[in-house]
């Protein structure tokens, strides 16, 4: 893929308010597809589906903005976002995403 289509697919992914709601939630939190429904729909009361949450949440995964993996103690799949920056520098077309836990940037280069 391309890095102007990882650009386009993390700026995409940013331009929703449900999913920037996601973000918000999962910040610092694992949660199973039913916990993140729960909460947001409490705030979102237009959100009636747990399959329309279903697909924001795999945009932001496709985007890598969210990671989703299996939680042996819940015995679910879990979602958590754990990114604490992201820079996109479009004249040398760079992405750099700090992830919370090492402080270190990922950088996605051509």
């Known amino acids: 893929m391309k890095l102007e289509a990882k ?15 996601i973000i918000d939630k999962l910040i610092g939190n694992s949660l199973t597809e039913k916990e993140l429904f729960e909460t947001i729909s409490k705030e979102r009361p237009d959100l009636k589906y ?5 697909r924001q949440i795999e945009t932001l995964v496709q985007a890598g903005l969210v ?12 979602y958590t976002c754990e990114l604490d920056n992201i ?9 750099n995403v700090a992830n919370d836990t090492n402080k270190e940037n990922s950088v996605l280069s051509q």
């Open 50 to 54: 747990r399959e329309s949450l279903y």
């Open 87 to 95: 820079s996109i520098d479009l004249k040398a077309m760079n992405v």
């Open 67 to 78: 990671t989703k993996y299996y939680d042996t103690a819940k015995r679910r799949i879990c």
């Open 7 to 21: 650009i386009y697919k993390i700026i995409r992914a940013l331009d929703n308010d449900l999913r920037l709601l």
